[in-house]
């Protein structure tokens, strides 16, 4: 596609139950990133991939959150046991560094915006 | 750690009116600085960047320059218009493209 897919746009949620929110990066895409934005506030950083390698995975807030990308190109974001403190916009980035260094441009999907209740 | 603080919202202006948005941050070594925007119903896209001291990154009439004596990257316009109402980020890379943010400012231009 022509963009960052994320799906689902909305979720609702029980406290308690668990969700699995989907990004399709950009094809060919080396990087890609998972945020957590709460209302008001700017984006904080979840983890990292390249290709299918998870290399940073220090924002995840707790061992309720996992993230994969098996193929180097879909990613899932997964939350257990959703707690309303996950409430939030799930926001999903992808790029393609031609360079080392931190100059390259991110592009980003619409998010997923979940609400626990 | 490395952190971004941007001026605090809302802003309002009219049209036409200058506007600056202040931004500073912390990182260790020497980070690359971005302007994010998020426009109504939409994600999250660059505005403009600068890679290292003293650049000067550009776009859309907007402009940020790279002040490492003062670690600030404010953003400027000279002449807003009313479909520049948005919220703005400031953010910064200092390793393998993670960004960090800082709190958003939500601009409205009244016409």
């Known amino acids: 596609g022509a963009g960052v897919s994320q799906s689902p746009r909305y979720k609702v949620a029980k406290r308690g139950q668990d969700v699995a929110l989907r990004c399709d990066p950009i094809?060919?895409?080396?990087?890609l990133f998972w945020y957590q934005q709460a209302l008001g506030q700017g984006p904080e950083f979840l983890t990292y991939?390249?290709?299918?390698?998870?290399?940073?995975k220090s924002g995840l807030p707790s061992d309720r959150f996992f993230a994969e990308r098996p193929e180097g190109s879909v990613s899932t974001l997964k939350i257990q046991r959703t707690q309303q403190e996950d409430s939030a916009v799930y926001l999903c980035?992808?790029?393609?560094?031609?360079?080392?260094?931190?100059?390259?441009?991110?592009?980003f999907g619409q998010g997923t915006r979940l609400t626990v209740v | 750690g490395d952190s971004v603080t941007q001026m605090e919202g809302p802003v309002t202006l009219s049209e036409e009116a200058f506007l600056t948005i202040n931004c500073t941050y912390t990182?260790?070594?020497?980070?690359?600085l971005f302007w994010y925007v998020q426009y109504p119903g939409e994600g999250l896209q660059l505005l403009l960047k600068?890679?290292?001291?003293?650049d000067k990154g550009s776009n859309k009439g907007f402009e940020a320059t790279y002040r490492k004596e003062t670690t600030s990257f404010h953003l400027e316009k000279g002449s807003v218009q009313v479909s520049d109402s948005a919220v703005y980020f400031c953010?910064?890379?200092?390793?393998?493209?993670?960004?960090?943010f800082g709190q958003g400012t939500r601009l409205t231009i009244n016409p």
């Open positions: 980035a992808s790029s393609s560094p031609h360079t080392s260094g931190g100059g390259t441009e991110a592009f």
């Open positions: 094809s060919g895409h080396v990087s």
């Open positions: 991939f390249q290709n299918e390698a998870q290399l940073d």
């Open positions: 990182a260790t070594g020497y980070p690359s």
């Open positions: 600068a890679t290292k001291a003293d």
């Open positions: 953010a910064l890379s200092a390793w393998a493209q993670k960004l960090v």
